[in-house]
């Protein structure tokens, strides 16, 4: 069954340059982009208005932008090699709290994603190395895994208060390799199959059932968590993947690829249920908007290299 996604707003112009990747929190979508300056914009107002501008962020511009989904915390990470960490103040307005360095140097800190939580965030490096750290006071490495050497391009992280079981942290690689650990022994858990080509977008279902994994394969491969089983292949894309999410009951998976496409894919029938191609640029992100009181319908939001930020809502009945 297929379904409707209307455009309600597209931000023109939201950064000088691509946007290379955007973050959500219940009311704002922080955006990175080419540019030093991240850039908010409230998500509770029609015209999703800028609120907020953290000038010289990262003065070589910045890569990923990651926000904690049950705590009020952001990082994010620039070309520089650098992470900082986010946090609001009173007013809602966003600080910097601190900062993750790695050496320091470009391309040693890649790719990053923060805990449910906000305590901690697992980052990519270029020789492969996987890296998760405690976010607190002392920012502390707590775990160091080693791949093959390959280039990590993404990353995922799953550790949550909730589920004993879903601790864990994902990477895909250039060589095409996809690594599943268990932060709790700080072992491999799965080397998984499947892509041979660069995977540059990776995503954990909500209570960790699947990985969602896609790149320049163009295909998004599905694989059960807990045996490292591949169950399913998502056909449909012509082009590079760059960004996955899914939504929060885990039922749908969103994508965007080298194309301009955004696709949302139905997990239970394994099929595409909506295609938007409204740019023929690289949609580099993709992430759907949390649901609040007055949002009733499922919405998300696309950005890349048209350097603007569109908004969708699924139309009522579909």
């Known amino acids: 069954m297929s379904k409707q996604y209307l455009t309600t707003h597209t931000v023109d112009d939201a950064h000088p340059t691509d946007i290379f990747s955007i973050a959500v929190t219940p009311t704002q979508i922080l955006s990175a982009s080419g540019a030093s300056t991240l850039r908010i914009h409230s998500t509770n107002q029609p015209d999703f208005p800028l609120v907020q501008e953290l000038?010289?962020?990262?003065?070589?511009?910045?890569h990923h932008i990651a926000t904690a989904k049950h705590n009020p915390k952001a990082a994010s990470v620039g070309f520089d090699g650098e992470v900082k960490i986010w946090k609001p103040r009173e007013n809602g307005e966003w600080e910097y709290e601190g900062s993750i360095s790695d050496g320091n140097k470009a391309g040693e800190l890649w790719a990053i994603a923060l805990s449910e939580d906000g305590r901690y965030l697992a980052s990519t490096a270029y020789d492969g190395r996987i890296n998760v750290w405690d976010v607190g006071a002392e920012r502390v490495k707590i775990r160091e895994y080693e791949t093959k050497g390959s280039f990590g391009m993404c990353i995922d992280l799953l550790l949550t208060r909730k589920s004993v079981?879903?601790?864990?942290?994902?990477?895909?690689?250039?060589?095409?390799s996809i690594y599943i650990f268990s932060n709790e022994t700080g072992r491999m858990l799965h080397s998984l199959p499947g892509l041979v080509k660069p995977v540059r977008a990776i995503a954990f279902s909500p209570a960790s059932r699947l990985l969602a994994a896609a790149g320049d394969a163009q295909i998004i491969a599905l694989y059960d968590v807990s045996s490292g089983e591949q169950v399913a292949?998502?056909?449909?894309?012509?082009?590079?993947?760059?960004?996955l999410d899914f939504n929060d009951t885990g039922e749908y998976l969103l994508s965007g690829a080298f194309d301009g496409k955004v696709k949302v894919w139905s997990i239970e029938t394994r099929a595409c249920v909506a295609t938007h191609s409204e740019t023929g640029k690289t949609v580099w992100s993709v992430k759907w908007l949390p649901k609040t009181a007055s949002t009733r319908n499922e919405s998300f939001a696309t950005a890349g290299a048209n350097k603007s930020i569109s908004f969708y809502r699924e139309a009522s009945g579909s």
Request: proline share 3%; glycine share 20%.
């Open 55 to 62: 000038p010289g962020a990262h003065k070589l511009g910045c």
């Open 165 to 176: 079981d879903g601790r864990f942290t994902a990477s895909g690689h250039q060589n095409g």
């Open 233 to 243: 292949n998502l056909t449909g894309h012509t082009a590079w993947v760059f960004s």
